[in-house]
């Protein structure tokens, strides 16, 4: 047996991410700096138990630490995609560092009060949103694009891994050394983290030397999401999923103490199922994958995750309820790790990170707004009733958007397509604007309305790239002249917008101009904004 045991696992890490060393050392130190975050929330929730009795302060402990994402989110992709991630992951480690040391040494000196302990735990969970973009979409940078799959799936496994490891090593040092200790010893796992991130690759150069701004960086993630259909129909799915599945994560520990008449030890075992079948859930990710399309895996898993919930629903059995807990695990993580796969297949590398902010936000949004309103349908009914209602409206959510399919994202979807010269002797500056394109076609009479169709679809490219208004105008008295007009910020953000468009775009872009008329050339005018 420990022979069989040691060739499957030489075969699985033969075939592994794992087996490339930079990624090695990344994915460790991922581990612990979820171990390390763990381990701060779980402390500071328990400092914050012994400082007051009550409730609403100890609440508020996690508040603090969730409530960043929805704050930072989107600033956070952002800086993720203009600011060379080597330097983010390794400042937020710093910061994490930093303010969990000074938590713990204060409360070693017995200097740390409520407020205190919800100001550090508030930028404690500010850096980590900032930390957890850039990780995420930097995994792109580490291995190859058949890897991916993989390499999100073990990201998956190496956060539930630290969500069920974290609070115990937290709880066992918090009850050996106290709580400040406890804290400065989970600061020592941001460490690791700084030395695997100096072997990722530097980030590429701004074109023109200008990188985005912070504010039209946000403004781009979101006009890229809001005109990709791709991007929409992730977010769809992972609204409609979480704001469901939030009830487990909101009734749990009632399930636990009412409806299965247990205590701490029980909860804590039922905790711990639901952490077996997320690991369970995202090894077989990939084989899924290979085999099944990602619409199909995301689909089957909504449905064992409404059929788990509507088990332990009609369960008073402790082990019919682990076994539900087992499947929801599994289903939460394949849902959002095989989006999270998708969306980093789909999205250029120019948004990426952008996109993965996205789909964390609306992620922490479902659970900060599904939690409170799953717990008032407990309290009016009970969290039997309260389970089996998000089950079926999961399953109602899953009919209604069926039409939003989802599908991994090809090589031509985040390829830089070739674009031609310019042909312009003295550009504009990179601030200079509002540029207006113009660009005139000539169509023959029986291509018309192939021609409005193919147009009418190069428009969510063009918007998606940079573009703030788009439209197609026909000439009157002119018959087969049209004219597509749109405008953009400035000449940086215009050369941005070509440097944009993939392979995919010049697709869509070369289906229109192809129905151009032979006998007239395609016109190309850009005006200059004046004041």
Not at 118 to 138: D, E, N, R
């Amino acid at each position: 047996m420990p022979k069989r045991l040691a060739s499957l696992a030489s075969t699985f890490f033969a075939a592994s991410p794992l087996r490339h060393p930079a990624y090695r050392a990344f994915y460790a130190g991922s581990i612990a700096v979820g171990l390390g975050y763990t381990m701060q929330t779980t402390v500071a929730a328990w400092l914050m138990a012994t400082l007051t009795p009550s409730p609403v302060m100890v609440s508020l402990v996690q508040t603090a630490s969730t409530a960043p994402a929805l704050v930072f989110g989107l600033v956070a992709g952002a800086i993720g995609d203009i600011v060379d991630r080597r330097r983010i992951i390794v400042v937020t480690q710093a910061v994490l560092i930093a303010a969990t040391a000074l938590l713990g040494l204060a409360a070693l000196a017995g200097l740390v009060g409520p407020l205190t302990l919800l100001g550090l735990t508030f930028v404690i969970g500010a850096a980590f949103v900032f930390y957890q973009p850039a990780q995420s979409s930097s995994v792109n940078d580490l291995v190859s694009r058949a890897e991916l799959s993989q390499a999100v799936s073990l990201n998956a496994v190496a956060f539930n891994v630290s969500r069920a490891f974290g609070p115990a090593l937290a709880g066992a040092l918090a009850a050996w050394v106290g709580s400040g200790s406890a804290l400065i010893a989970s600061s020592v796992f941001f460490a690791g983290m700084i030395f695997a991130a100096r072997r990722l690759p530097p980030r590429p150069p701004a074109h023109l030397g200008v990188p985005e701004r912070l504010l039209s960086g946000v403004q781009s993630g979101v006009r890229y999401v809001r005109h990709s259909p791709a991007m929409r129909a992730f977010i769809v799915r992972t609204l409609s999923f979480t704001v469901c599945a939030s009830a487990l994560w909101a009734l749990l520990p009632v399930i636990a103490r009412d409806q299965l008449a247990l205590g701490a030890g029980g909860y804590g075992f039922l905790f711990g199922t639901f952490g077996v079948g997320a690991v369970a859930g995202a090894i077989s990710i990939p084989r899924q994958l290979k085999v099944r399309s990602l619409n199909r895996v995301v689909f089957t898993a909504m449905v064992l995750w409404a059929a788990a919930s509507v088990l332990i629903a009609a369960t008073l059995d402790v082990w019919f309820a682990a076994a539900g807990a087992f499947g929801c695990g599994a289903a939460w993580v394949t849902v959002h790790a095989s989006l999270s796969t998708g969306t980093q297949t789909t999205a250029p590398a120019w948004v990426r990170t952008r996109a993965v902010a996205m789909n964390l936000v609306a992620v922490q949004a479902c659970l900060a707004l599904g939690s409170p309103l799953w717990g008032w349908v407990a309290s009016v009914f009970d969290t039997r009733f309260a389970m089996a209602l998000s089950a079926a409206l999961l399953l109602a959510l899953v009919l209604l958007n069926r039409g939003v399919r989802v599908r991994m994202g090809s090589e031509a979807d985040v390829t830089p397509g070739q674009h031609d010269d310019l042909g312009i002797d003295v550009e504009p500056g990179p601030d200079d604007g509002p540029i207006l394109i113009q660009i005139e076609y000539q169509i023959d009479p029986p291509d018309r309305e192939a021609f409005l169709q193919a147009i009418h679809r190069v428009g969510p490219t063009r918007r998606r790239n940079g573009a703030t208004s788009w439209r197609v105008f026909r000439a009157i008295g002119a018959e087969g002249r049209y004219v597509e007009r749109y405008i953009v910020e400035s000449w940086a953000e215009y050369v941005r917008l070509r440097s944009r468009m993939t392979m995919s775009d010049r697709a869509v872009l070369s289906q229109a101009q192809d129905l151009q008329s032979a006998e007239v050339p395609l016109k190309v005018t850009r005006f200059l904004g004046l004041d």
